[in-house]
């Protein structure tokens, strides 16, 4: 008898390229697949409407059926009501016994920077600060004098601000569509104003800005995409330099950063002590899906964004539980088929064991 593994998101599109592969590859396994969004959950009568694979046609085609006993959760939230309303039911959903979802996800990135300060990732980890005031920055940015915000929530490089303090004022720099934008404040009193207007809409970390510039000035950093392979186990899957737009400040591909082969990064970057770096990093891909399970909940895949400082040293800059894969379709195509598998062979290892045995999440 087959099992049923749904895919969650919060707007399911069936043109999606990445859920349609897997579906495709879904045929070969004892697999029905769902693609579904929170919002289309009916918690009385525990049934969705969504869509179902068809295996025959190989069309996704519109149905209700019960909840998935697994789930792969890809959904983001944004600041609307839905996205309030479906982070409830994706919470109810997490607290059902008999529903399995891949990976419970991480807290924001606060939480996540509180607990792993405290363990041996700690050296790789910029200073935190959770920002209280408009004041309270205003002193960060004295004191550090070259600063980055973002929300502890936040993801796709959005509202995330560079502030610098110079001789006759502050710039503030952030990345919109259309590119860079900057905007001066010559005091302080405009500048609190404008902060305490941001404050209200986001809740902000700030970190000490990492130089990691190219010779071109154009921000760069690493991305390695790791998941769980058909035995439970972790591995690295992908990595890639990203590099963003001269003079840019986020290294994200939504905007308008490029993927680089490591390996021809590697042989542009002569002044780097490869062998040093290429150890540090082994021990810190190792160590972080241990400690973020240890410390929160089972995952079932993990992106992590790494700087090269200026003076070679490493820092950890980020880490999702929902990854984006074009890293993979860029640069190594030959792969995408044991990608879109991924999730369907770690399904089918969650199906050999016992439900029981496994630590639920509570985000």
């Given at each position: 008898?087959n099992?049923?593994?749904g ?10 390229g ?5 579906a495709?590859?879904?045929v070969?396994?004892?697999i ?14 525990e ?32 600041k609307?009501?839905h996205s ?8 109810w ?5 008999h ?10 990135k606060?939480h996540?920077?509180e ?37 502890v ?20 720099r ?12 010559p ?14 809409q986001?809740?902000?970390i ?11 000035d ?46 021809d ?17 082994t ?34 800059l ?16 030959e792969?995408l ?11 089918d290892?969650l ?5 029981s ?7």
């Amino acid at each position: 008898m087959n099992h049923s593994l749904g895919i969650m998101t919060l707007t399911p599109q069936v043109t999606n390229g990445y859920f349609l592969e897997i579906a495709k590859q879904s045929v070969s396994y004892p697999i029905d697949l769902y693609l579904f969004s929170p919002r289309g959950i009916s918690p009385l009568s525990e049934t969705v409407e969504g869509f179902h694979y068809n295996r025959v046609t190989g069309e996704w085609e519109k149905e209700a059926f019960d909840i998935p006993e697994y789930i792969y959760d890809r959904t983001y939230y944004q600041k609307d009501l839905h996205s309030r309303q479906a982070r409830a039911v994706v919470q109810w959903l997490k607290n059902q016994k008999h529903i399995r979802f891949l990976g419970y996800g991480l807290p924001d990135k606060w939480h996540l920077y509180e607990k792993l300060r405290h363990t041996s990732l700690a050296p790789y980890i910029p200073e935190t600060h959770l920002v209280k005031s408009g004041n309270h920055l205003l002193n960060l940015l004295t004191e550090h004098t070259d600063i980055i915000i973002k929300p502890v929530d936040g993801a796709h490089g959005f509202a995330v601000y560079h502030l610098t303090l110079l001789p006759h004022g502050i710039l503030v720099r952030t990345t919109k569509k259309q590119g860079v934008i900057e905007q001066s404040f010559p005091g302080e009193d405009v500048f609190l104003k404008w902060s305490e207007r941001i404050l209200r809409q986001h809740t902000f970390i700030c970190q000490k800005r990492l130089l990691n510039l190219t010779k071109g000035d154009a921000p760069f950093d690493l991305r390695v995409l790791l998941n769980k392979d058909g035995s439970g186990e972790w591995r690295e899957f992908q990595r890639a330099t990203r590099v963003g737009e001269e003079k840019g400040i986020l290294t994200n591909i939504s905007r308008g950063a490029t993927y680089h082969s490591y390996s021809d990064w590697k042989r542009t970057g002569n002044s780097i002590s490869w062998d040093f770096i290429e150890e540090e990093l082994t021990t810190i891909l190792e160590e972080i899906p241990i400690l973020l399970e240890e410390h929160f909940s089972p995952l079932f895949e993990i992106g992590v964004d790494l700087i090269i400082s200026q003076d070679h040293s490493l820092w950890i800059l980020d880490m999702n539980s929902k990854p984006g894969h074009k890293v993979v379709e860029t640069l190594h195509p030959e792969k995408l088929s044991p990608l879109y598998k991924a999730p369907l062979d770690y399904c089918d290892f969650l199906f050999s064991q016992s439900l029981s045995s496994l630590r639920r999440g509570d985000f």
